[in-house]
T-cell receptor, first 113, second 112 residues
Framework: DGGITQSPKYLFRKEGQNVTLSCEQNLNHDAMYWYRQDPGQGLRLIYYSQIVNDFQKGDIAEGYSVSREKKESFPLTVTSAQKNPTAFYLC????????????FGPGTRLTVL | QQQVKQSPQSLIVQKGGISIINCAYENTAFDYFPWYQQFPGKGPALLIAIRPDVSEKKEGRFTISFNKSAKQFSLHIMDSQPGDSATYFCAARPGSARQLTFGSGTQLTVLP
């Protein structure tokens, strides 16, 4: 937690709808990450961004999109192409000099109805 | 491809006992190995981390043991307490990368 906020805490979506999860930070860290957490599968990287206007796909990017228009914001859109979107989504940040420690936000639990 | 294998999936320990969680990796380029602790409904938080130039690191009741030749590392929680009940994740990162690879997690329950 700390300087990372995620909203909303809970989100419900009907099938076929796109939804956007918010991640904001005030720690001036360069790198931001989105993870998906499912029971028994740990944390899987969806997308990450090291600088504004640049981002890279992680291991499970299909069905998701991101933008990084501002250093402090890294929203994640779960599109209708994501076949099984119900999960706990975590945003994380990391910064200089080593990017070793990732600080996680409180998470958003998305449920598809 | 799972690059960090974590075991056991769940662990039940009596109060005062020792909890041991193990991780194994394949990528020899990994040079940073953190452990994260996650309470239900919360984001993970960094607990302790180690680099391969040392074989052990201790912080309070938490110790990481590292075996470079076997490509294994483990978390030991001494004098386990009910408040330690949480999910623990190991992770690894190669020196050139800025993202972590996580293990699948271990749900620890410490009985009072």
């Amino acid at each position: 937690d700390g300087g990372i906020t995620q909203s909303p805490k809970y989100l419900f979506r009907k099938e076929g709808q796109n939804v956007t999860l918010s991640c904001e930070q005030n720690l001036n860290h360069d790198a931001m990450y989105w993870y998906r957490q499912d029971p028994g599968q740990g944390l899987r990287l969806i997308y990450y961004s090291q600088i504004v206007n640049d981002f890279q796909k992680g291991d499970i990017a299909e069905g998701y999109s991101v933008s990084r228009e501002k250093k402090e914001s890294f929203p994640l859109t779960v599109t209708s192409a994501q076949k099984n979107p119900t999960a706990f989504y975590l945003c994380a940040i990391a910064g200089v000099p080593s990017y070793n420690e990732q600080f996680f936000g409180p998470g958003t639990r998305l449920t598809v109805l | 491809q799972q690059q960090v294998k974590q075991s056991p999936q769940s662990l039940i320990v009596q109060k005062g006992g020792i909890s041991i969680i193990n991780c194994a990796y394949e990528n020899t380029a990994f040079d940073y190995f953190p452990w994260y602790q996650q309470f239900p409904g919360k984001g993970p938080a960094l607990l302790i981390a180690i680099r391969p130039d040392v074989s052990e690191k201790k912080e309070g009741r938490f110790t990481i043991s590292f075996n470079k030749s076997a490509k294994q590392f483990s978390l030991h929680i001494m004098d386990s307490q009910p408040g330690d009940s949480a999910t623990y994740f190991c992770a690894a990162r190669p020196g050139s990368a800025r993202q972590l690879t996580f293990g699948s997690g271990t749900q620890l329950t410490v009985l009072p």
